[in-house]
């Protein structure tokens, strides 16, 4: 089982839709979520950081926690085409390395 | 602000060679990963380094090293090239470490002939 896992993709959406993005990691212990967007060919950036259970907006981009479930997920509402990016999850524990998942690759269709 | 800095951008090498690459993080940051990303295999940890020690090791060989100066830029060598090392190397800074939002340079992309 691979430490940090997200749903397969590709995803496509229409533009204004609400995309999901999943992820699931194994270890209890961690501390530490984030999700950053990776365009083709660029480096990833961050878009959110998630410590605690619930849920943190910040504009379009809604990220939700469930340690219990050891589940993290990223809603972007009112799609646009210039979310098609690759999105990773990033789950980590203090002091320790960032576990990356193999990211989700998402489609805006106009 | 200035971001990462990676150099060189693009490399090209053939099988048996070493290689250095450069990190400068942001102004302030004292923590830095490095990370080869493939298509096959997605973002992979190589290691981390804070105040000029190895803080956390990923499980690559022995032929993958780094080292971080006083100054928080950090080097990572890779020795006796193989094909498979061709990948996009990316280095990440943070303030104190890989737990906080790390940022990220533009990579260093190396092809093995």
């Known amino acids: 089982q691979k430490e940090v896992e997200q749903n397969s993709g590709p995803l496509s959406v229409p533009e204004g839709a609400i995309a999901s993005l999943n992820c699931t990691y194994s270890?209890?212990?961690?501390?530490?979520f984030f999700w950053y967007r990776q365009y083709s060919g660029k480096s990833p950036e961050l878009i959110m950081s998630?410590?605690?259970?619930g849920d943190k907006e910040d504009g379009r981009f809604t990220a939700q926690l469930n340690k219990a479930s050891q589940y993290v997920s990223l809603l972007i509402r009112d799609s646009q085409p210039s979310d098609s990016a690759t999105y990773l999850c990033?789950?980590?524990?203090?002091?320790?390395?960032?576990?990356f998942g193999d990211g989700t690759t998402l489609t805006v269709k106009p | 602000k200035a971001g990462v800095t990676q150099t060189p951008r693009y490399l090209i090498k053939t099988r048996g060679q070493q290689v250095t690459l450069s990190c400068s993080p942001i102004?302030?940051?004292?923590?830095v990963s490095w990370y080869q990303q493939t298509p096959g295999q997605g973002l992979q940890f190589l290691f981390e380094?804070?105040?000029?020690?190895?803080?956390n090791k990923g499980n690559f060989p022995g032929r993958f090293s780094g080292r971080q100066f006083s100054n928080s830029r950090s080097e990572m060598n890779v020795s006796t090239l193989e094909l498979g090392d061709s990948a996009l190397y990316l280095c990440?800074?943070?303030?104190?470490?890989?737990?906080?939002?790390?940022?990220f340079g533009d990579g260093t992309r190396l092809s093995i002939l």
């Open positions: 990440a800074s943070s303030w104190t470490g890989p737990e906080e939002p790390q940022h």
């Open positions: 270890d209890r212990g961690s501390q530490s």
């Open positions: 998630i410590y605690s259970n």
């Open positions: 990033a789950v980590n524990k203090r002091l320790e390395k960032s576990t």
């Open positions: 102004s302030g940051h004292r923590s």
């Open positions: 380094y804070f105040s000029e020690t190895q803080r």
